[in-house]
């Protein structure tokens, strides 16, 4: 269903971003149960995303990296380069 | 005068005034009234009770 | 440890570059309420927390912070691309290009190096979390500052986006002293440093030899 680089690095964002705000109130609320589930459910959809961004356009991290040829971790262009 | 242990992890609410002088106290978020991911991530937090945009427009021409 | 993945937290995507813009926005990398000084500022205190939630809240948000840090060099690198010789004397970016070109350098943007002397970290739970709220306000009108100032939109969205950040920081510290509070007698939360002092058994502080005099 997610074809597109641009789309997908953007759900990686959205998704990434909810494990991130869910992470940071359960430092506070470690026992909260509707937290929890929300963290586990979008940590799930990102590592999954993760997987799928990497085998398709390269890896976006050390733990997605898995080299058939070449390293391109540090070939591809970095998030602060804007293309084109 | 009664003493007593406030603990910020039981869910009772305590009474601002009553709560010991010389200290900052910030209420405990509860769970919930949350956005979608999508809108969370453009809004920079996905709970709505966080969401606190800025209007100040200064000198600026408006 | 840390950790790298090649994204922004989020997206920077700026058309238009324009150096005296770049010059303003580089305080919130290198300024005194900028994210490099908010990220060290946690990531230090954090050894001298006793309690192992507030070590994470100062890991998590610190760890954030380097993160907006990085996306605000990508504004400033971005705003500052293409510039012609003209742009540069007119705009006042000529006094920062002369030392670093467009290369990113951490400075306030009145040119003041970033220094530790920005930040505390004073070994005492109380004391620390009181000033991570005070940071985090600073940093918030900072932003709100900045945005007064800025018209384009590509430049508006990641400086909102960073500035709401600051306010969830904001409750989580707040939240982070309410945990500390509870570790301690609310008789009184200053009789001793728990990062430091030698404590009696459990908060009691009955329990000491010779009554210090504490109100009771």
Known sequence: ?84 | METYQRNSRNRQSVLLDELPLAMAYVPMQRWGNLYSPEEGFQRATIFRDLDFPFHGKGGCRR | ?216
């Open chain 1, 1 to 84: 269903m997610r074809y597109q680089k641009k789309e997908l690095l953007n759900y990686i964002n959205v998704v990434s971003f909810a494990v991130v705000e869910a992470n940071l109130y359960l430092d506070t609320h470690p026992n909260d149960e509707a937290a929890i589930e929300y963290f586990n459910n979008y940590q799930r959809a990102r590592n999954q995303a993760l997987r799928e961004y990497a085998n398709a356009f390269g890896p976006l991290n050390l733990d997605t990296a898995v080299i058939n040829r070449e390293f391109i971790w540090a070939d591809q262009s970095w998030p602060w380069q804007l293309e084109g």
């Open chain 3, 1 to 216: 440890m840390w950790y790298y993945e090649k994204r922004l937290e989020f997206p920077v995507k700026i058309k238009t570059p324009d150096a005296s813009l770049a010059q303003t926005i580089i305080t919130q990398l290198g300024g005194p309420d900028g994210e490099l000084g908010a990220s060290m500022r946690y990531l230090s205190q954090r050894y001298a927390m006793p309690y192992n939630n507030v070590c994470g809240v100062l890991t998590d948000i610190g760890t954030e912070e380097l993160a907006h840090m990085e996306i605000v060099s990508a504004i400033v690198h971005q705003l500052t691309r293409n510039l012609s010789m003209k742009e540069i004397k007119e705009s006042g970016f000529d006094k920062y290009y002369v030392d670093h070109t467009t290369g990113i350098w951490p400075q306030s943007a009145g040119g003041e190096a970033f220094t530790a002397k920005f930040f505390q970290s004073t070994g005492d739970p109380i004391t620390d979390l009181t000033e991570d709220l005070a940071a985090e306000q600073k940093a918030r009108t900072t932003y709100d500052n900045l945005l007064r100032l800025i018209e384009d939109p590509d430049v508006r969205e990641p400086i909102k986006f960073l500035r709401q950040r600051e306010l969830v920081h904001f409750q989580r510290f707040g939240e982070s002293l309410r945990i500390v509070q509870d570790h301690l007698d609310s008789r009184n939360f200053y009789a001793f440093n728990p990062a430091f002092d030698k404590q009696e058994s459990g908060n009691n502080m009955q329990n000491r030899k010779g009554n210090c005099g504490c109100k009771s």
